[in-house]
């Protein structure tokens, strides 16, 4: 990924070729230890190019990614896909929280934006996390399935 980061750009037949291993491969994020060069890389992978209004967004996370602000890169339109994750992430297994998050990105942010006739319809919109506006915290799903109203940025 680091010398994808340092090109300038890659042909749209790549790009294309790139989404569906995003799409796929969830833990990409995981694999590619830093994540501003993950950032770069997929600014040269994705197709981007969207020109929209800024676009609300929600995220279904862990508690620790709240708890450390470092955000994600894949959030959706959908806040009830959204809700679905965080519920996921609360799992007495693990005694583990979690969140459901709001935030607005303009265009520059937007790095990917998949349409519902896409494979695992969910909304997704890939971003840039270090262009995020502010993240606010909407509910926080506790083990036990209880949750919690909360604002915060």
């Known amino acids: ?4 980061a340092r090109l300038e750009k890659v042909s749209q037949e790549i790009q294309q070729a790139f989404v569906p291993i995003w799409v796929e491969h969830k833990t990409l994020p995981l694999k ?3 994540r501003s060069v993950l950032a770069k890389a997929l600014r040269v992978l994705m197709p981007g190019g969207y020109s929209g209004a800024p676009l609300r967004l929600y995220r ?5 990614e709240r708890r450390r602000r470092i955000y994600g890169f894949s959030w959706t339109t959908d806040i009830t896909i ?3 994750f965080a519920e996921w992430w609360a799992t007495p297994e693990l005694s ?8 607005e990105v303009s265009p520059a ?3 990917l934006r998949r349409g519902p006739e896409d494979d695992y319809d969910e909304g997704e919109v890939v971003v840039d996390p270090y262009l995020l506006g502010r993240v606010k915290l909407i509910e926080t799903i506790g083990v036990q399935g209880s949750s919690e109203a909360e ?3």
């Open 109 to 111: 942010a937007v790095l």
């Open 60 to 64: 279904g996370a862990n508690a620790r």
């Open 1 to 4: 990924m680091l010398k994808v």
């Open 32 to 34: 590619v230890a830093e």
């Open 151 to 153: 604002s915060g940025s």
């Open 82 to 84: 959204a809700r679905n």
């Open 96 to 103: 583990s929280i979690g969140v459901l998050l709001q935030t």
